[in-house]
């Protein structure tokens, strides 16, 4: 993330930036840039970043309710995040599975899922002014049919990772059908973003251990649930500790995960 003075951040560092310390690797920090919200479409450029701010209301002005400014003046100004810390992976073949991160630092990760349901164009806009780092697990499908927008959330900090192409259930099924949809998905996720995923989130959490050696194979080192959700604005608990703690969460826009 760039080191830009007195911005609003999130205790929140993205997935990615925890498992790429644990492989070793260099800087895993994210820069955030500027985007633009203008519907686009398919057959639309990219939007173009730029370095300037966006346009803000006058300090002495307060945000009407509801509105963008509204809630990113509602988004409260953390501490920097920490510097990513390496955690163990296995070497048995198989991708490592976590409910929450195997770290005590005071982080959590905010999580998008699927992508074909709803895509508001204020999200990307919010999550570049509030510079929240998002880790996005998309279907293939709504990534390649949505890319502009997505494109748009990772280039304000956002990382793409897999969600499978056809988002059905894995638990139970073939080796070979698990692959192609997690590989299937990786594949074509790269060719659209650049980068391979390296995480995994099986559709409704459902897995076995199939799944995880599949996922290995695709070039996910870890395979991820989570441990709360946020569906139109209600929040639910995965678990019974509902005070702060280093988690991962997810927000999906219906009810499936
Ligand atoms: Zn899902």
């Given amino acids: 993330m760039s080191a830009t003075p007195a911005r609003r951040i999130l205790a929140v560092v993205p997935l990615l930036a925890v498992l790429v310390l644990s492989a070793c690797t260099a800087d895993p920090a994210v820069h955030a840039r500027r985007i633009t919200v203008d519907q686009p479409t398919p057959s639309a450029p990219l939007p173009s970043p730029s370095t300037s701010p966006s346009a803000s209301p006058s300090p002495t002005a307060k945000p009407a309710p509801g509105s963008l400014e509204w809630y990113v ?3 409260p100004a953390f501490a920097e995040a920490p510097p990513p810390q390496p955690v163990p992976l296995p070497s048995t ?3 490592a599975f976590w409910h929450r991160l195997p770290t005590d ?3 959590a990760f905010i999580t998008i899922d699927d992508g074909g349901l709803a895509r508001p164009p204020a999200v990307a806009e919010f999550v570049w002014r509030a510079h929240i780092p ?4 998309l279907n293939s499908p709504a ?3 949505h890319d502009v927008y997505f494109r748009q959330i990772q280039v304000a900090g956002g990382a793409v990772e897999n969600h499978t192409i056809n988002h059905t259930s894995l638990a139970g099924r073939s080796y070979g059908h698990q692959k192609q949809e997690i590989c299937g998905a990786a594949d074509r996720l790269e060719a659209l973003f650049g980068r391979r995923p390296t995480l995994f989130r099986p559709p409704f959490g459902e897995h076995d ?3 995880l050696r599949a996922a290995h194979d695709c070039g996910a080192k870890a395979v991820l649930h989570w441990t709360e959700t946020v569906h139109e604005g209600k929040v639910r608990y995965q678990t019974p500790r509902r005070w702060y703690t280093p988690a991962t969460s997810c927000s999906c826009t219906s009810g499936r995960r």
Avoid at 134 to 137: G, P, Q
């Fill in 93 to 95: 073949g198989s991708a």
């Fill in 73 to 75: 003046a509602q988004v």
């Fill in 143 to 145: 990534a390649e049919e």
């Fill in 105 to 107: 630092q005071k982080v």
């Fill in 209 to 211: 251990s199939t799944t």
């Fill in 134 to 137: 998002v880790t996005m697990f």
